[in-house]
Every structure is written in structure tokens, then in C-alpha cells.
């Protein structure tokens, strides 16, 4: 029998990975909501570009500091797919970032984790009860909402925050594969080296000149690196204390953050079509997670880190 000491002490776990959590995604929206802002004034290649370059020396003063091989990761094949993906995603979300409302993209991406249970069934064979893939329709249809791909002011550039969802969830799925000697820092540097590569391939499709930022710009530019870097640190603290599954369903307080920043900082308007979509994403995803099984404690991953 669990002693009055013992749960004090479990309790108090959860309630600090919680908080780590809230912090996680409130910092995770501020870094949306100033790339958002550079990225009128410049390029949105080359926010990603200069913003990725700053993460990347940062994570990689901490593989120095930690003395681990900066080039490791590179000979993991698991790992250049998990590349791939996280190219695909970080291009296509910050696109969806710079061009569309920081609200709906925020609420498509509340999605990631149905895809990467519904990617689990097909690719790694993991059994899905029927109940989960009624949830996992359900979560797609909350996405139809919001696109409303049949109303009158649908726009493609909305499917750029689809294509970032699913090469997400691609790299999410790959990453349940990769080796778990790779360390918050290893993983974090090559997070950014992809969002380098994507910035350097936006910059060349559209040709933008490069523009040197000026004081108001530039110090959002620092804001956007600085709000990257702690938010993923803070999302790997918040997964290595109290329970994952009462930890872990914190991510939707990034919805209310987005919300929030979208209203009041840009003006967005919020339809009943984008609070019904919201709603029903949030809830599968949710039954998702209370329907999980426990599982073996194991070193956790950044995989939902963006």
C-alpha cells in the first residue's frame, strides 16, 4: 500500500511536469507568433534560415559542453528519414505560419498525435481497437472543419499546415525508432539543421532577396531562437517528470496560446466552424491518449518538439 510521503511526492512530480508542459507550449506559441511577425518584414526562407542557424549553435555548444559526437546521428538510417520528415514538416508548418491564420494552423497541428497513432497501425502493425479508429476519423474530420474545403473562403495555402502535420507524425513514428543513446541536445541540433535545410530551400523556390533585419525585426528574430530553444528544453523536462499519460495531454494548452496570440496580437477572427474542429480534435486526441495502455518506462523523446 502507497504511503501518505510517497503519494505527496508522485503528486508533486505530475504537478511540476505539468507545469514544465504549460511552459513548453506557451513558449512553443510565442516562437509561432514572432516568426509569424519577422516574417512579414522578411523572407520566410530566411527566418527559417537565421532562426535554425541560432537554435543549431546553441544545441551544439551543449554537444560540445556534454562532450558527444556532433556526427553520430548521421550514420542512423532511421534517423536521415526522421530528417526527411522534419524538413517536410518544419517547411510546410512555418509556411503554413508566415500565410495563413496563426490560430487555424495552431489547431491543425493539434492533429499530430491521431496521425501518429493511425501511421503506427498501418506502418509498425500496432493494434487499434475499432473504438480508435472511430476516434482517429473523428480527428480528421475535426481538420475537414476547420479547412472547410467546401466553403467560399477556402484556400489552398491551408494545406500547407496539413503537409506540416503529416511530415510531423512521420517524424514522431521514426523517431519510436530511433536509437535512445541520442541525447535532448543531439536531437535538438538536428531539429534545427532541419530547419536550416528547409529555410535554404523556401529562399531558393521564391527568390526573396535577402534583407538584414532592423532593430524591431531583429530582436523578434532573437525572440523567435530564444522562445525555440527554451520551449524544447522545457518539453523535454516536462516528459521526464511525473506520468506521461498526466503529463502529456498538457500539449492542448498550445491551442489556448495560439487562440489567444492569433485574437488579440493579430486580429484573427475565430469562426464556430474553427471552435467545432478545435474542439473535436482536441477530444479524440484525448480519447486516444486515455485509451493507451500503459507502457514500459523508458527514456523519452522529443518527438512532438516544433
Known sequence: MTNFSETQTHGRANLIGIL?????????????ALFKHVAQSMGSGQVMLLSGVGGAV?????LRWRKEPVLAAVKSPVMRVRMVFEVTGRMFYFLALALTPLSATTAILQATPVVVVMG???FFGERVSLLKWLAIAIGLIGVLIILRPSGDDFSLLSLLAVIGLIGFAGR??????APVSFSTFALGFYGFIAIIIA????????GTPFVWPDGDTGLALVGTIFFGVIAYMAL??????????????????RLLFGVALGFFVFEEPLS???WLGSA???????????????????????????
Do not use: Q
Open 172 to 177: 514522431d513514428l521514426a523517431s519510436r525508432a
Open 58 to 62: 546553441i544545441f551544439w555548444l551543449g
Open 20 to 32: 514544465w508542459m504549460t511552459l513548453a507550449m506557451a513558449f512553443f506559441a510565442l516562437e509561432d
Open 236 to 253: 523535454m523536462k516536462a516528459m521526464r517528470t511525473g506520468e506521461v499519460s498526466t503529463v502529456t495531454p498538457f500539449r492542448y494548452s
Open 272 to 274: 464556430p466552424s474553427f
Open 199 to 206: 529555410g535554404g530551400i523556401v529562399a531558393l523556390w521564391s
Open 120 to 122: 503506427a497501425a498501418l
Open 280 to 306: 473535436v480534435i482536441v477530444s479524440s486526441g484525448l480519447f486516444l491518449m486515455w485509451r493507451k495502455k500503459p507502457a514500459p518506462v523508458v527514456t523519452p523523446k522529443p518527438e512532438d518538439a516544433v
